[in-house]
C-alpha cells in the first residue's frame, strides 16, 4: 500500500525566501510528526500532532517555523525568511497512534531535502 | 537534557560475523526503545521495540537487549549480510515522544 509521501523531494530557497513542505501520511494515520535531520546528525523533533488535539510545538526551533494538518489528514510545514542554517533534509512520519504499542511505530517518508543559499 | 549515545564511527565485519551495536542514554528514564534502519536518502524503517520491562527481543536475525540499570541498548544482526549495510537509529521513548541518536553506520563486507 501506499507509504508516507512528501513533496517536493528537493528544495532550493534563496535565504530569506519563505518554503512550505507537504507530508501525505498513510491513511487512516491519526499521528503525525516532523522532524528535522542535519547531515550525520540524528533526527531533530520539531512538532507532532494526534488527532483533533492541540499539536505539540515543543520542538520548533524559532518563530519562523508553523506547521498544520488540515482535517487530520496533509500536514504542511512552513519556514519563514529561510536561513542558511535551515539547511536539513525533512522528514514527516505517521503512525496509528501510540508509537509505544508494537502494532504501531513510525512510518517515515523519504523526507524533504532544502537547500538555503 | 536527554542525551543518546551511538557510536558515530562506521562499524565495519565480515560477512557472516555478528554485529553489535550500542546505544547508551543519560538523563532519561525510556518506558521503551526503538531501532530503525535507514538507508542513504531514504527515511528511517521500523525494526524492533523493547520495553522496559524486557530484557530481549528478537526477530529473524535481530536481537536488541534493554538494561535499564545500565541506561543501555544493545542491537545485534546474527549472520550479517551486505544487504544489512546501513545506519542504524536508537530511538528511547516516553509516551508518544521518541528521541532519536545520531546512528552508527554498518557496512558488512563480502
Known amino acids: 500500500g501506499a507509504g508516507v509521501s512528501q513533496s517536493p523531494s528537493n528544495k532550493v530557497t534563496e535565504k530569506g525566501k519563505d518554503v512550505e513542505l507537504r507530508c501525505d501520511p498513510i491513511s487512516g494515520h491519526t499521528a503525525l510528526y516532523w522532524y528535522r535531520q542535519s547531515l550525520g546528525q540524528g533526527l531533530e523533533f520539531l512538532i507532532y500532532?494526534?488527532?483533533?488535539?492541540?499539536?505539540?510545538k515543543s520542538g520548533l526551533p524559532s518563530d519562523r517555523f508553523s506547521a498544520e494538518r488540515t482535517g487530520g489528514s496533509v500536514s504542511t510545514l512552513t519556514i519563514q525568511r529561510t536561513q542558511q542554517e535551515d539547511s536539513a533534509v525533512y522528514l514527516c512520519?505517521?503512525?496509528?497512534?501510540?508509537?509505544?504499542?508494537?502494532?504501531?511505530?513510525?512510518?517515515f517518508g523519504n523526507g524533504t531535502r532544502l537547500t538555503v543559499t | 537534557s536527554q542525551k543518546i549515545e551511538q557510536n558515530s564511527e562506521a562499524l565495519n565485519i565480515q560477512e557472516g560475523k555478528t554485529a553489535t551495536l550500542t546505544c547508551n542514554y543519560t538523563?532519561?528514564?525510556?518506558?521503551?526503545l526503538q531501532w530503525y534502519r535507514q538507508d542513504p536518502g531514504r527515511g528511517p524503517v521500523f525494526l524492533l521495540l523493547i520495553r522496559e520491562n524486557e530484557k530481549e527481543k528478537r526477530k529473524e536475525r535481530l536481537k536488541v537487549t534493554f538494561d535499564t540499570t545500565l541506561k543501555q541498548s544493545l542491537f545485534h544482526i546474527t549472520a550479517s549480510q551486505p544487504a544489512d549495510s546501513a545506519t542504524y537509529l536508537c530511538?528511547?521513548?516516553?509516551?508518544?515522544?521518541?528521541?532519536f541518536g545520531g546512528g552508527t553506520r554498518l557496512m558488512v563486507k563480502p
Open positions: 530511538a528511547p521513548g516516553a509516551g508518544n515522544m521518541l528521541t
Open positions: 500532532f494526534q488527532g483533533n488535539s492541540a499539536p505539540d
Open positions: 512520519a505517521s503512525s496509528l497512534g501510540l508509537i509505544y504499542s508494537y502494532n504501531s511505530p513510525l512510518h
Open positions: 538523563n532519561y528514564s525510556p518506558a521503551y
